[in-house]
Structures are given as C-alpha cells and as structure tokens.
C-alpha cells in the first residue's frame, strides 16, 4: 500500500513552454501534498505545501505564479511549470501525506519527473 | 524550528564491513526521525522512522538506527554491507504537531553518498 505515482517521469521541453507534473495517491487518500526540487547531488528543497482544497503554502523564494500547483481531489496534485527556462531543469519529486490508519506524518514519495528545458 | 545534520557527505566502506551513516538533529518539540535511501533517478524509499516508544528501530534492507535524544543522533548502522546499499541516504526530521500548515513537513540533510567497494 502507500504508492504515490508520478506522470511523466521524464520530459524534455522548449524554453518558453509549459509542463504539467501530476502526482497522484494510488491507494490511500492524500490529504497533504508536497513539491520538492532537487538539483544533482544535493537535498531536496520543499518547494511548497498544498493541502486538498485549499491554496497551496508556498516556501519563501519560489514564486508562486512561476510554479502553479492544483490540488484538486485526494487523490491528484498538479504542479505546473510555466513558461519554463533552462534554469528550471531539475528533478521534481511530490510525496503525499495522509492521516489515516496512523499513519502519523509518514510521507510516501513519489518516482520523481526529470525535467529538461532546452 | 527543527533542522538536521549530516555529517559526511561520501561514505566509502568495502563490501562487508560495518555502515555508520551519522545524523544529528534539532528540534524545539519532540521530533519523528526519518532515513531515507534514493537510488539514481528515483524517488525516495522509507528505510525505518522513529515516532515513539523503543529507541532502537530496525528497517529494511538490514538498517536500524537508535535515537539518542541527550546526544540528539540518529545514527544509521548496517552490521555488513552489500554492494547494493550503494545510494544517496536522507535522514530527515517532523513533528507532528496540530497547529497550521508546518504539520508533517519534513526537513531533510543534505544526504550521504554511500559507495560500496567490492
């Protein structure tokens, strides 16, 4: 139990575009959500916090209109990447966090998206 | 505001031989303790937590780590390792706390690469 999935696992796009990440809770109800960005060879920086039907909490620095994250149902959050540069090339990693059966605050992550901006 | 420490960023040890991956932590409530291993282009795989009760944990994979709260470690050890143990670990700190949007976020260390010489 506890699978969270990640679609797609790798992109590659044009500078300028727009990637959607979706992140979805295969078995349990997600009613926490989190994005974190990990740049080669180092830690996972939390980007932000969405909780099901409400505005995601954004961490100071990343700008909220750059990184556009839906959390629509328990089951699926969305993060958007908008008008992507090549400075936006990262690995994206959600995890889902639930309060059921519990399970306290485990977070069970996700496979991760690379990203590619050309 | 809770924080975590890994000290080492390269581990090297010969297949065999004893793992100690060290963490110290900081944390002004009761803390959960996490350790988690990445294998390249992957997501993030629980090793063993710590919530409450015994302070020795043992987790997959043949890894356990002990919470010392007056040395405030939590330490991963593995008797004998595998060339498979070779990956980034995590260890990371929550609390699990009633109050606002901070509940479950987990705060990572910057990770240990483990290498596994044959």
């Known amino acids: 139990g506890a699978v969270v999935s990640q679609h797609p696992s790798r992109v590659i796009c044009k500078s300028g575009t727009s990637v959607k990440i979706e992140c979805r809770s295969l078995?349990?109800?997600?009613?926490?959500m989190f994005w974190y960005r990990q740049f080669p060879k180092q830690s996972l920086m939390l980007m932000a916090t969405?909780?099901?039907?409400?505005?995601?909490?954004?961490e100071q620095g990343v700008e909220k209109d750059k990184f556009l994250i839906n959390h629509a149902s328990l089951t699926l959050s969305t993060l958007t990447v908008t008008s992507a540069h090549p400075e936006d090339s990262s690995f994206y990693i959600c995890?889902?966090?639930?309060?059921?059966?519990?399970?306290?605050?485990?977070?069970?992550f996700g496979p991760g998206t690379r990203l590619t901006v050309l | 505001a809770q924080s975590v420490t890994q000290l080492g960023s390269h581990v090297s040890v010969s297949e065999g031989a004893l793992v100690l991956l060290r963490c110290n932590y900081s944390s002004s409530v009761p803390p959960y303790l996490f350790w988690y291993v990445q294998y390249p282009n992957q997501g993030l795989q629980l090793l063993l937590k710590y919530t409450t009760g015994a302070t020795l944990v043992k987790g997959i994979n043949g890894f356990e780590a002990e919470f010392k709260k007056s040395e405030t470690s939590f330490h991963l050890t593995k008797p004998s390792a595998h060339m498979s143990d070779a990956a980034e670990y995590f260890c990371a700190v929550s609390s699990y706390s009633d109050r606002g949007s901070t509940l479950g976020r987990l705060y990572f260390g910057r990770g240990t690469q483990l290498t596994v010489w044959p």
């Open positions: 969405s909780n099901e039907g409400s505005k995601a909490t954004y």
């Open positions: 995890s889902a966090r639930s309060l059921t059966s519990g399970r306290g605050s485990e977070q069970f």
């Open positions: 078995d349990f109800q997600a009613t926490t």
